[in-house]
């Protein structure tokens, strides 16, 4: 594991060479491509280093990131047809459309110029790209248009991308509370104070309606935020590009999220700092981060970020190091208003008839004419629906619609700093999406600091929608420095998980940071492991995030035991579970089983046992969340009455009437003999590509990536999140990495399937098996090394 595939750097046989003359540089530059496809990129000046970074960008991912922009710019319907009009026409409506000199100004002063420099060589590409078909990738060809050129406003006015997002829970809140109460929705989502409390009650605010949330409000958001979904239909202009009613996407949300830590030099082996990552998103082809590494005069950065924008937000610069999670700041808000009956342009507020602000715009739509639209807002922000049969009309506000707030650009501020005082100071500039960011150093510091713009709301906790007259307002935003930061604690390590980390006492509900967090599984794990009174390597921290130890499943196990069984196959089944250590290898035939028992049996069963009847079906959706581990857990921990009168019983009843179907589910999938199951014979990882649904089987070959039998899960720290209908991993840690810090060479990374968006490159899904693996490559920062390692060495040329 670990550096079993980190093959040693020495020569290449040969190094391929490529020479390219571009409008725009101001001098010569140069990209070495290493074997793992790796681009390192060298410029005379920081502004051109920016300039290549977009061309390289475009050079190896320019069918994603031309996708990317359209997609939040609203321009799908141009080149994919009418059944994209819908989905441009929300996205555009979630464009920053605010002061664009205070929107630059809130990254940086230089902001607007590294965005210019990038743009300009991401175009600089689709020139040639135009004028020489052979540049062209795939995917333009099979669907028949032409890369977009970009404007540098373009990547900050772009806000739809993001993650932190809660305006969905907040619409499956009220209906629960419309179809039970909110108590029961604590069994959709477990609601938290600080690290230690886990009591918060939220209330249904004052003249809200919890069942007057239309699904049209839900699928709008989710068409506004969510990605570009192509069939043969919606690109024959026969069915519009909306979610269907109902729809639930096949994702685990509270096992989403990442993993970070920082460890001192006093508890490492090396004596210097340790820094690792591996943020979770959802997998697919090509992947979703890119390394790439950028060198000026005074300048060397390296690590992953966004394919689309300039610079990294994940990696170091030589001096410091740093890693990112998701802090789940809650920032924005559903509002429903009434509307004037007669003219449903206009909307009570503070007892009179304000009215909506109306853009028009046009938007371009293949082989029709241009379609105009109205693009309306109230004070809050973009409309989502206006419902005409009951006069009212629903917007979201969002604190990432507010300037310095495009999703990841902050990243250019502090990818620059130099020690932790600057790295502070730059995070608490920082606005979205809500992050924890864990910090290293060559000093041998090590420090942890959430970042966000958090709303500050005096008479509510943001949980559910408000009405939108004036009772329910934003007062500003609270200071950056009142969230909690940690500097070189006595345990020497920091990190996060996603979990509630605000720290016991923290005057949470006072300022309302927020109160959905995700599963403390994988930071429980974690901890476990880095409090051990040891000290931890490199290899130490590969393994941990490799770490497919189930904190769930050592739990709910736990409760079998003592139990019995008259039935053969129930009885086999508790003795393999009883007797399972709770680590979900690729290999365990009791994992298998506990997998498919809690996620498809016992959840819905509790559900279905504690969840009043006309709640059920939205606590459980169709099996693929099935209320909340963490609310399912506690049930079975502490049974109450919710499961009758003798508490205790019933749940040793569900317990052993659960494990029977699913013993019967495996044997019918994996054969009758229950020690011979394999956890990866079902779990697997699988890189799908966007055109899948709509290219032949040799194309999707070419395209997709897989299957790769895995283990772990969802709430493991070797997150590995699935979907029950085929156990198909859907997210995870797609792209890790290991940093010794101030010792650079010997850092590790991988970025699975492979580095390139090209899917006739050797580096389209070349790291795929390590990922699979547990293996690691690599990740180079010095020249020699880099050279050593060269596959293929690029000359850009000024043309001018």
């Known amino acids: 594991m670990g550096t079993a595939a980190a093959a040693q750097t020495g020569g290449t046989a040969s190094v391929a060479e490529k020479t390219y003359r571009v409008a725009g540089l101001t001098s010569p530059a140069e990209i070495i491509v290493d074997r793992w496809g790796v681009p390192h990129l ?22 994603q990131i031309d996708l990317w922009r359209k997609r939040g710019m609203g321009e799908l319907a141009r080149d994919f047809g009418p059944a994209y009009v819908e989905q441009d026409r929300i996205a555009r409506q979630f464009l920053y459309r605010g002061d664009m000199y205070r929107e630059w100004l809130a990254y940086g002063s230089d902001a607007k110029r590294i965005a210019q420099r990038y743009t300009d060589g991401v175009n600089a590409f689709v020139t040639l790209a135009r004028q020489n078909a052979d540049l062209l990738p795939l995917e333009f060809k099979l669907l028949g248009y032409q890369p977009s050129y970009w404007l540098p406003e373009d990547i900050v006015r772009i806000r739809s991308h993001g993650l932190t997002r809660n305006l969905d829970s907040e619409i499956e809140r009220a209906a629960v509370a419309c179809a039970a109460d909110l108590e029961t929705d604590l069994m959709r989502r477990t609601l938290e104070v600080d690290s230690e409390t886990a009591e918060w009650q939220t209330k249904v605010p004052e003249g809200l309606d919890p069942c007057a949330i239309p699904p049209q409000v839900a699928q709008a958001y989710k068409l506004g935020t969510g990605g570009v979904t192509f069939t043969k239909e919606k690109l024959a202009g026969a069915q519009r590009a909306e979610l269907e009613p109902g729809r639930v996407p096949e994702i685990e949300p509270t096992a989403l999220g990442s993993n970070n830590w920082a460890i001192a030099p006093a508890k490492t082996t090396t004596g210097r700092a340790i820094l690792a990552n591996d943020p979770h998103r959802a997998h697919g082809a090509p992947s979703l981060r890119y390394i790439t590494h950028l060198n000026a005069p005074g300048f060397s950065v390296i690590g992953a970020g966004e394919p689309s924008l300039p610079g990294i937000s994940i990696g170091h610069n030589g001096r410091i190091a740093f890693g990112l999670t998701i802090f789940s700041i809650d920032q924005e808000d559903l509002y429903v208003y009434d509307l004037n009956p007669a003219d449903r342009s206009q909307y009570s507020y503070q007892g009179r008839w304000e009215p909506m602000t109306t853009a028009s715009d046009e938007i371009p739509v293949k082989g029709q004419p241009d379609r105009k639209v109205d693009l309306r807002y109230t004070r809050h922000g973009p409309v989502l629906h206006v ?29 620059r700093a130099e020690n932790w005082d600057e790295f502070l100071a730059a995070m608490n500039r920082w606005g979205s999406p809500s992050e924890n960011q864990v910090y290293a150093d060559t000093d041998g510091n090590i420090g942890w600091k959430p970042g966000g713009l958090t709303p500050v709301r005096p008479n509510w906790d943001g949980l559910l929608p408000v009405p939108g007259d004036g009772r329910y307002e934003w007062a500003g935003y609270r200071d950056m420095d009142e969230l909690p930061v940690e500097y070189n604690p006595q345990r020497n390590w920091v990190g996060s998980a996603n979990q509630n980390n605000l720290p016991a006492g923290y005057p949470n509900a006072e300022k309302k940071i927020g109160f959905e967090w995700t599963d403390p599984s994988r930071f429980d794990r974690i901890s476990e492991v880095l409090d051990a009174d040891r000290k931890f390597g490199l290899e130490d921290s590969m393994a941990l995030q490799a770490d497919n130890t189930s904190i769930q499943g050592r739990r709910v196990t736990a409760l079998l035991k003592g139990l019995q069984s008259s039935d053969g196959d129930v009885e086999e089944a508790l003795r393999m579970l009883t007797s399972w250590n709770g680590v979900l290898t690729a290999d365990t035939a009791a994992g298998a089983l506990y997998e498919v028992w809690f996620m498809k049996h016992l959840r819905p069963a509790v559900v279905r046992a504690t969840v009043p009847k006309d709640a059920v079906e939205l606590v ?67 890189f799908e590509h966007p055109l899948a649904a709509v290219v032949g089987a040799e194309e999707k070959g070419r395209l997709d990536v897989g299957p790769f039998p895995k283990g772990g899960s969802g709430f493991t720290p070797n997150a590995t999140t699935y979907r029950t209908s085929d156990f198909r991993i859907t997210a995870g840690g797609s792209f890790k990495m ?19 968006g090209d899917p006739n490159s050797p580096h389209y899904r070349d790291l795929a098996p390590l990922w699979q693996q547990e293996q690691y490559f690599p990740l180079l920062y010095s020249r020699k090394e880099i050279e050593g390692a060269a596959a293929e060495r690029i000359r850009l040329m000024p043309s001018n």
Do not use: C
């Open 620 to 686: 459980d959706k169709g099996g693929v969340r099935s209320g909340e581990p963490a609310a399912i857990i506690a049930v079975l921990e502490q049974p109450d009455q919710r499961l009758g009168d003798t508490p205790a019983e019933a749940r040793d009843a569900l317990l052993l009437e659960t494990l029977k179907p699913a013993v019967s589910e495996l044997k019918a999938k994996l054969g009758p003999n229950m020690q011979a199951w394999r956890w990866a014979s079902l779990h697997h990882g699988y």
């Open 42 to 63: 060298y410029a005379d000046n920081t502004y051109d280093v920016f300039f290549v970074q977009g061309f390289n960008a475009a050079r190896d991912r320019l069918w």
């Open 738 to 756: 290991v940093l010794d810090v101030g010792n650079w060479d010997a850092s590790r990374a991988v970025n699975t399937p492979g580095q390139s």
């Open 387 to 415: 419902d005409e049969a009951t006069n009212k009309a629903y917007a979201v506000r969002a604190a990432w619609l507010e300037p310095g707030m495009a999703p990841y650009f902050g990243s250019i501020d502090y990818m």
